[in-house]
């Protein structure tokens, strides 16, 4: 008996992702909305929507490219990694530049939680 094999070749999740990381990221804000008011909702929708960002132009530039050859498959992963990284550095230095009441604690949570929720949606099958 063999396994059935989709016809469709497998897919970054990237709607899963983005999901679950605004649903970390909503979490959070309504917590730390409760614990530090608005200032605490907003940082930790902001933390969270760094990753989620970041996440977008990673899935964006992969697609627009149709790489023929293995090493210009490791290329353009990794133009695509080095701007998922630009643009979360680039977010963060705006953001804690520009946002004088960030709370520190609701940004950070989940700016992190989004980052561990996107390695485990990863993880589940379509």
Do not use: C
């Amino acid at each position: 008996m063999s396994i059935p094999q989709s016809d469709h070749p497998p897919r970054f999740p990237v709607r899963r992702v983005a999901g679950w990381q605004a649903i970390a990221s909503i979490s959070i804000a309504v917590i730390a909305g409760w614990w530090a008011g608005w200032h605490g909702a907003l940082s930790a929708l902001l933390g969270g929507l760094i990753n989620i960002a970041a996440g977008v132009v990673f899935a964006v530039l992969i697609a627009l490219d149709r790489p023929t050859s293995a090493g210009a498959t490791v290329r353009v992963a990794l133009r695509a990694e080095a701007a998922k990284i630009a643009v979360i550095v680039l977010q963060l230095w705006l953001i804690l530049t520009t946002y004088r009441d960030v709370v520190h604690a609701a940004f950070f949570s989940a700016f992190v939680i989004t980052v561990l929720v996107s390695q485990a949606a990863i993880l589940v099958r379509d």
